[in-house]
């Protein structure tokens, strides 16, 4: 497949919408909270999101599993510690200390770029020629709709991380509501 200059990769799709629905009043607030408090993986919540808007329908069980299986590796390794470095670093006076705190965001940002441009590469193709306004709209009435049936296990619990067998549940994103910027917000 050939895109056009005007076309974006699925990856960079992805990333777009995730910046620009992250600066969003409230949302960071939201997600960061799910994030914190709820153990919610930001990167897949967006990832689920981005997938409904876009036309690409919702995430089966099984799609939310491989999404996970995706994000995991670089959430777990890479953008967790640099987070809890970041964070650490947060209360320093020293503005030496806040250059590299702010190194550590860049590297974090990008840790997450890269998790969602593979998100990406591994989202279906969408469907249909709908509007982007209907899809959003649908999006909207299904978040006041419970499903009929969870897409994965947990959520009529409100618990957010997926649970796998043997493997400890995770989380991924970053930036505390003191460290965002509408034009580099972290996802």
Not at 27 to 50: G, H, K, P, T, Y
Not at 131 to 149: F, H, K, L, S, Y
Request: net charge positive; with cysteine.
């Amino acid at each position: 497949m050939t895109m056009s200059a005007g076309e974006l990769s699925d990856s960079e799709g992805l990333w777009r919408f995730s910046l620009a629905f992250y600066a969003r009043p409230g949302v960071s607030e939201a997600l960061i909270a799910l994030q914190d408090r709820a153990r919610c993986d930001v990167n897949l919540m967006l990832f689920a999101l981005w997938l409904g808007v876009s036309g690409r329908s919702r995430l089966t069980k099984e799609e939310l599993a491989i999404a996970d299986r995706i994000a995991r590796p670089i959430g777990t390794d890479i953008v967790e510690p640099m987070r809890a470095l970041r964070r650490k670093l947060s209360s320093a006076p020293d503005r030496d200390v806040q250059r590299l705190r702010e190194g550590i965001k860049a590297l974090e940002l990008a840790a997450e770029k890269v998790i969602q441009d593979r998100l990406g590469r591994a989202a279906r193709p969408a469907f249909g020629d709908a509007d982007p306004a209907a899809r959003a709209a649908v999006a909207c009435a299904a978040e006041a709709t419970p499903p009929q049936t969870a897409p994965r296990r947990g959520f009529e619990r409100n618990e957010c991380a997926p649970s796998t067998e043997g493997s400890p549940q995770r989380r991924t994103s970053s930036v505390s509501r003191s460290n965002r910027s509408r034009t580099r917000p972290s996802v």
